[in-house]
């Protein structure tokens, strides 16, 4: 199994120090804050940081359009209330049945979409899966098949170019500080720099949950398991992404609650949006902003229409995961059970998660 990273006191010491150093500039503490009890607002005395909470299952979130409150902190003790929708109460919906092989990537008696298996056996995304059956490249029973659509089951043997599909690993999930200049992707046509060529070697094979753009940095989650990648980037799942923004302009909270209600920006139709004016700094303002569906370029196209440039746009926690002090280009792995107990029951299902494989082990 690979280690996680960076989780020595050692480590911790020197992780604080790069982080306080690579973002001085930055008026605020990027840290996991414990949020608010939901039966008492009185404050409380700061808990361990920690990049995930504890404490509270993922599937135990409150019903939708309720708001909560995490503390950001700023110079002086001020604190800067972040409100954000909280996800809507998940079914209780029943585990995934069990495996006919429990490693493989081929759950059970039930077909699937071949570019699914594939995603899910930790190889590719789904879209590239497709586009690998687009161009043969993908074989069933020994004959090549140029189409999606193909649904496989336990008893079909899958082959990419020529190689069986490996045994399925465990589910796993990573935290990765993304810095600025390197693009999310695997290959890029003008061979500009990418997180994949960037991560550390001993990592399994992994796929992005969602992107961040070229000049954005901060949390972004890296997973084995492209089933749990594509769960994880729905909007329906409801986890909410953080971002701390500076921007150059002005702008009222008036017309950042404005955005509530959403809004339209060139024919493209933006959910609520919940923005916090923290702060003006010289001729720049920093913003906290909370968004449900994460589109394409949505922070900065939203705020461009308020008359602001975003010049620094760091993500700071995707759903319960916090980027926390993890400094830039680090990598650190969830803990199996910390997984299991933020996914809950439902998403589990969804992504189809298997936590009973065993590892891949390094090469």
């Not at 009222?252 to 949006?273: E, F, K, N, P, S």
Request: proline fraction near 7%; hydrophobic fraction near 35%.
């Amino acid at each position: 199994m690979t280690q996680p990273i960076g989780t020595s006191p050692a480590a911790t010491a020197a992780r604080a120090s790069s982080s306080a150093s690579s973002m001085k500039d930055m008026p605020f503490s990027v840290c996991y804050q414990p949020s608010l009890s939901m039966s008492s607002a009185m404050p409380r005395k700061r808990a361990k940081r920690s990049r995930v909470p504890t404490g509270q299952s993922g599937s135990q979130q409150r019903a939708d359009g309720e708001r909560g409150t995490v503390g950001l902190p700023l110079p002086g003790g001020e604190r800067v209330g972040v409100r954000g929708f909280r996800s809507a109460e998940k079914p209780k919906t029943p585990s995934p049945g069990s495996l006919r092989d429990p490693t493989s990537p081929l759950r059970g008696e039930v077909k699937e979409r071949v570019a699914k298996v594939i995603a899910r056996a930790g190889l590719a995304s789904r879209r590239e899966a497709e586009a690998w059956v687009a161009a043969g490249r993908v074989a069933v029973n020994g004959t090549t098949i140029t189409s999606p659509a193909r649904n496989v089951g336990a008893a079909d043997r899958v082959a990419i170019d020529g190689k069986p599909l490996p045994v399925r690993e465990r589910t796993r999930l990573f935290l990765y500080h993304k810095p600025r200049g390197l693009l999310t992707t695997h290959v890029d046509a003008r061979e500009r720099p990418t997180i994949f060529a960037a991560l550390p070697k001993n990592l399994p094979r992994v796929v992005s949950v969602g992107r961040l753009d070229l000049n954005t940095e901060g949390l972004l989650l890296l997973t084995n398991d492209g089933g749990l990648a594509r769960v994880l980037e729905l909007p329906s799942t409801g986890w909410l992404r953080r971002y701390r923004v500076r921007a150059h302009g002005s702008v009222t909270q008036d017309a950042l609650d404005r955005l509530r209600a959403g809004i339209t920006i060139d024919g493209v139709r933006y959910g609520a949006i919940d923005a916090t004016l923290d702060r003006a700094q010289g001729s720049n303002v920093w913003l906290t902003f909370a968004i449900r569906e994460g589109k394409n370029r949505e922070v900065r196209n939203v705020l461009g229409a308020l008359g602001l440039q975003v010049n620094r746009l760091i993500r700071v926690s995707y759903g319960p995961f916090q980027l926390g002090e993890l400094p830039a280009g680090a990598v650190e792995e969830v803990k199996t059970r910390t997984l299991r107990d933020q996914l809950g029951e439902r998403l589990i299902a969804l992504a189809g998660a298997d936590f009973s494989a065993p590892p891949r082990r390094a090469n």
